[in-house]
């Protein structure tokens, strides 16, 4: 007796999608490898300094974001294993319940004089923070605009607010001012990286500035970049523009200057505080653990006791700028220690890239969606710590590997 129960074998059974597929569909990553081109998470067997070691080997650094070099600088290293003799290695828990410790208020503290505002608020990573303040501060009938080369996780921020997020062309500010006429009757916030990650440019800060106060927009600076490298006592983008107290809000991260993970965000400290109560990122994440809010404490009072470093950064940064372009190389817009070596084609950029590995360099290679389509490019940054050595064999790299490519006659 047939119960109905039993499939047909000849049916065609009709599956649902597997959303596993477009992961078996993804090759490219593979095909790179096969072919030595694969120039990502390459592993590094020694501290961030300008010579790492890969596969046993010596080389020079120069893509890493520790533009100041204090990543294994003693006091820095110091402070953060006395502070796990004392706190442990984590707190086991978050900010909002059981996870702060005397030293992060510190630290928040020590920020916010630092970085000349009421309070500040640290997360446990950079990409958090943004993810945190946009989320808590946008709601769904405010407008977020900004700028279309800024950092991914002010985009993914803008996500998961509710607010409608509006793009302008890439340090144009008569499109910031399009966008803003459009949108006039409406809450805003402005977000700009101070200083861009890829190109090496820095925002066109007094421009938008006085676009904001025109069109009563808030402002928030994403300093990652800036801390430490900008200003006249590297307090970033607002200090080298004289308008610290122009910018709402600004965000920094630890990881390129103080030496560390995570991040904060720093402003008025009504704004500060209600970041505090509203930012899932905050709330539902780990407290950053003692090690690294002790590291940044130490790397703090390195930078304001120890201006040369930020000198000599600026040396080789214009040294380095000067080298390639009389090389004949397309270094865009950089005006900072991140310049790109603009190759246009992705394949050329990883040939470029493993070639460069080759003559004993390391660098960074940025292909789209992080940089337009067809202006692939190699990164390159540079640290207070390097050396005219250091340098006079990364300018030797270059030449020989951009004439073997055609790049430079």
């Known amino acids: 007796m047939d119960s109905g129960l039993v499939q047909d074998p000849s049916v065609a059974v009709n599956k649902s999608p597997d959303i596993f597929e477009k992961c078996l569909k993804f090759t490219k990553a ?8 694969y120039p990502y998470f390459r592993v590094i067997e020694s501290a961030q300094d300008p010579e790492v070691i890969i596969s046993g080997r010596k080389m020079i650094m120069v893509g890493s974001n520790n533009y100041l070099g204090l990543t294994n600088h003693p006091k820095v290293k110091e402070a953060a ?5 004392k706190y442990g290695s984590g707190c086991a828990g978050s900010r909002f319940l059981n996870g702060t410790l005397d030293i992060h208020v510190a630290l928040e503290a020590k920020l916010a004089r630092f970085m000349r505002k009421d309070a500040a608020l640290i997360f446990s990573t950079g990409f958090q923070v943004n993810l945190g303040v946009i989320s808590a501060l946008i709601g769904k009938d405010d407008i977020i605009i900004i700028d279309k080369m800024d950092h991914a996780s002010i985009i993914d921020g803008c996500r998961l607010s509710y607010g409608e997020v509006k793009k302008f062309r890439h340090n144009d500010m008569a499109d910031l001012k399009r966008v803003l006429e459009e949108n006039k009757n409406k809450g805003k916030l402005i977000i700009v990286d101070g200083v861009f ?15 904001a106060k025109k069109y009563d927009a808030r402002l928030m600076v994403d300093d990652a970049h800036g801390i430490g490298v900008l200003g006249k006592t590297g307090r970033g983008t607002a200090e080298h523009f004289g308008l610290e107290d122009e910018v709402d809000l600004i965000m920094g991260t630890y990881s390129k200057s103080l030496a560390s993970i995570g991040g904060f965000i720093s402003g008025d400290s009504d704004i500060v505080h209600y970041i505090k109560h509203f930012a899932r990122a905050l709330i539902f994440s780990a407290s950053p653990p003692p090690a690294s809010v002790a590291a940044v404490s130490a790397a703090l009072d390195i930078i304001e006791n120890e201006p040369e470093r930020r000198a000599r950064l600026w040396k080789n940064t214009n ?91």
């Open 197 to 211: 990650s890829m190109e090496g440019d820095i925002a066109k800060l007094p421009d938008i500035v006085e676009l």
């Open 30 to 37: 593979k095909e790179l490898i096969s072919c030595g081109l």
């Open 319 to 409: 040294r380095m700028l000067k080298g390639l372009r009389e090389l004949g190389f397309e270094t865009g817009p950089s005006e900072t220690p991140i310049i790109p070596v603009i190759v246009g084609d992705n394949e050329l950029a990883f040939k470029m890239a493993m070639m460069m590995q080759e003559e004993g360099v390391f660098a960074n290679v940025a292909v789209s969606p992080a940089v337009p389509n067809g202006k692939a490019l190699i990164r390159t940054s540079y640290m207070a710590t390097h050396t005219d050595e250091h340098l006079d064999i990364v300018l030797s790299a270059f030449e020989k590997t951009g004439r073997a490519l055609g790049l430079i006659e």
């Open 81 to 85: 294993i006395e502070a796990v003799k």
